[in-house]
């Protein structure tokens, strides 16, 4: 089976911080896909990256880092110099190989970004 | 090009009834899959169509099903409402049945409530 733990409910900055939320998986299998969406207020889910289990590089885009160290299972996000816009909450979520648009999610971290 | 949408945005029924849940894919896209998100938790897979058949299907009971049409547009339907049923139940797109490279796009959502 599979599982995604968020371990962070709520996280709360203030703006120009750097924040780390963490994405710890569980899966048996040797291919399989990696996510992060966000889920502002309107609700829609805004995906962020994809990572294959085969590429462990970490991976920057902006603000926004990500670390994927297989070793421990964790797919961790770094918000660098947060703002008030990052206010949201973040999935992490995990897919198997050939498993179409079944992915399983973590339980989300809702992060608060104050002025 | 417009996004997924789905209708009604908000709903409100009562134990025992049945609802139906509607989406239209994003244009050319020919995936289209279900997902459950209770309050404070992340989503659930429920089903996924392809070209009108179903490619998988969650955890969920017979009370679920789901149907996709020509024009690739989606329902949902849910007999015998339950008051677990409250949830917002979101609708994603994807180009292929099994977007290993490419994105998941999500509406916005319908928000059911049952009392």
């Known amino acids: 089976a599979q599982k995604v733990t968020q371990a962070q409910t709520e996280i709360s900055v203030v703006e120009k911080e750097d924040v780390t939320l963490d994405c710890v998986y569980e899966?048996?299998?040797?291919?399989?896909?990696l996510f992060w969406y966000k889920q502002p207020p309107s609700g829609e889910l805004v995906f962020l990256i994809r990572?294959?289990?085969?590429?462990?590089q970490n991976e920057i885009s902006g603000r926004y880092s990500w670390n994927f160290q297989k070793s421990t299972s964790s797919f961790n996000f770094t918000i660098t110099a947060s703002q008030v816009v990052d206010s949201a909450v973040y999935f992490c979520?995990?897919?198997?190989?050939?498993?179409?648009?079944?992915?399983?999610f973590g339980g989300g971290t809702r992060l608060m970004v104050k002025p | 090009d417009a996004g997924v949408t789905q209708s009604p945005t908000h709903l409100i029924k009562t134990r025992g009834q049945q609802v139906t849940l509607r989406c239209s894919p994003i244009?050319?896209?020919?995936?289209v899959s279900w997902y459950q998100q209770v309050l404070g938790q992340g989503p659930q897979f429920i089903f996924q169509?392809?070209?009108?058949?179903?490619?998988g299907r969650g955890n969920f009971p017979d009370r679920f099903s789901a149907r996709q049409f020509p024009n690739y547009s989606s329902e949902l339907n849910v007999n015998a409402l339950l008051l677990g049923d409250s949830a917002l139940y979101l609708c994603?797109?994807?180009?292929?049945?099994?977007?290993?490279?490419?994105?998941?796009?999500f509406g916005s959502g319908t928000q059911l409530s049952v009392l």
């Open positions: 979520a995990l897919k198997r190989n050939n498993a179409g648009n079944m992915l399983t």
């Open positions: 244009s050319g896209h020919k995936s």
């Open positions: 990572r294959n289990s085969f590429d462990e």
């Open positions: 899966t048996r299998d040797t291919t399989y896909y």
């Open positions: 994603a797109s994807s180009r292929q049945g099994s977007p290993t490279n490419e994105k998941l796009f």
């Open positions: 169509y392809y070209e009108k058949e179903e490619r």
